[in-house]
């Protein structure tokens, strides 16, 4: 009953922009930290970045300046605006909520493909 759904993945040029949107359901929202992953292939998943509960946000060196993450806990979604795209941006995007409260709880969304190429 607990879902992540990404959205927003696609094609897009180097220097472009995309915006990642994941909308979560079957849980309190507000008392998770959000993050979103990436994946190339071949390559380990790697943390973009994170929103805590309390609204801080912290960033992979590789997308600072480039990347913002964003939540609204009155839609129970969570948001990665991405600009300046490069080539190396390509893998597939993940949504995890984190629960630290009591009993530990993790979940994933399934992912969404961005592509950036030329």
């Known amino acids: 009953q607990v879902r992540l759904v990404e959205s927003g993945g696609g094609l897009v040029q180097p220097g472009g922009s995309l915006r990642l949107s994941c909308a979560a359901s079957g849980i309190i929202f507000r008392l998770y930290i959000m993050d979103w992953y990436r994946q190339a292939p071949g390559k380990q998943r790697e943390l973009v970045a994170r929103?805590?509960?309390?609204?801080?946000?912290n960033y992979a060196d590789f997308v600072k300046g480039r990347f913002t993450i964003s939540r609204d806990n009155a839609k129970n979604t969570v948001d990665l605006q991405m600009d300046n795209l490069k080539t190396e941006d390509t893998a597939v995007y993940y949504c995890k909520a984190l629960y630290l409260v009591g009993v530990r709880a993790e979940y994933w969304g399934q992912g969404t493909q961005v592509t950036v190429s030329s």
């Open positions: 929103i805590t509960t309390g609204g801080s946000t």
